[in-house]
């Protein structure tokens, strides 16, 4: 790996042997989010998801964005931000024969290249965190090459309890032919302060997955073909469930509770 300095801000750690150029990045300078670049899920499967909120987003004044859980009469929930949307997520629009809600038009599309993110996670179990890339139109084509993958390159679903990752891809959706043996897990290791990188070479050929500079993984079934946009995400534990409950744990958090993140940045390879 070799550093790729950005003034003002952390370096980013790339693949040697390589020549990469900047093609996007939020390093989140200044006190509000800048949503020219970011918008928010707030559905899931075309209905109003009641883990997810606007509410929550936090710039510190120090280039960093932190994303907080946030209580509100027993509940729970905490922001989950994206570049673009899947489709399958907008609500239905009233009398509307089409199946879906209104289009929203992506902040962020982009085709291969390097993904990277510098990040301290959840201190606190009872909610996850993800960094990660999702078509608009996952799972709408026999050959999920031609309508996108979902590329995990850091989930943090049962951090700190055990401090296990997980990183790898899904594709042909999120029904009965779902498949994701692309996935796998390692234990993080420690760092100076818990800042961690996590990212991903995404090619023609296939997927390199890195965690702080060290490969943790590779991946060649399934390589998508098309644009996909970026998640930072969020999500207390329990809501999914029929009824939706918070999750025990959240009970016990101690708050304020939150995600850290340094920069998210986009090279691709010249």
Not at 129 to 147: E, K, M, N, V, Y
Not at 230 to 245: D, F, H, Q, V, W
């Amino acid at each position: 790996m070799r550093e790729f300095a950005y003034a003002g801000h952390e370096p980013s750690l790339l693949p040697a042997g390589k020549t990469w150029q900047l093609v996007w990045n939020d390093e989140f300078d200044g006190t509000q989010l800048d949503t020219s670049k970011w918008g928010f899920r707030l559905n899931f499967w075309g209905r109003p998801f009641p883990a997810f909120t606007t509410e929550g987003v936090v710039l510190d004044g120090n280039s960093h964005v932190q994303l907080h859980v946030v209580k509100k009469d027993g509940q729970y929930c905490s922001p989950h931000l994206q570049t673009a949307s899947l489709t399958y997520d907008l609500p239905k629009d009233t009398g509307a024969f089409w199946p879906f809600g209104t289009y929203e038009k992506p902040k962020f599309l982009h085709k291969y290249g390097f993904y990277e993110i510098r990040c301290r996670l959840n201190r606190q179990p009872g909610w996850w965190t993800a960094f990660w890339l999702q078509s608009p139109s996952i799972g709408a084509h026999p050959d999920a090459r031609q309508c996108g993958v979902e590329c995990d390159i850091m989930e943090s679903q049962n951090f700190p309890r055990d401090r296990e990752m997980r990183c790898g891809n899904i594709w042909n959706g999120y029904g009965h032919d779902c498949r994701n043996p692309g996935h796998a897990r390692y234990i993080l290791k420690e760092t100076p302060g818990d800042w961690h990188r996590f990212a991903v070479d995404w090619s023609r050929k296939d997927y390199t997955f890195y965690t702080d500079g060290e490969v943790v993984h590779r991946e060649i079934d399934m390589v998508s073909d098309v644009e996909q946009f970026i998640l930072l995400s969020t999500e207390c534990m329990g809501y999914r469930k029929n009824p939706p409950a918070p999750d025990p744990r959240l009970s016990t958090m101690v708050l304020p509770e939150f995600f850290e993140v340094d920069y998210v940045r986009v090279f691709d390879e010249c």
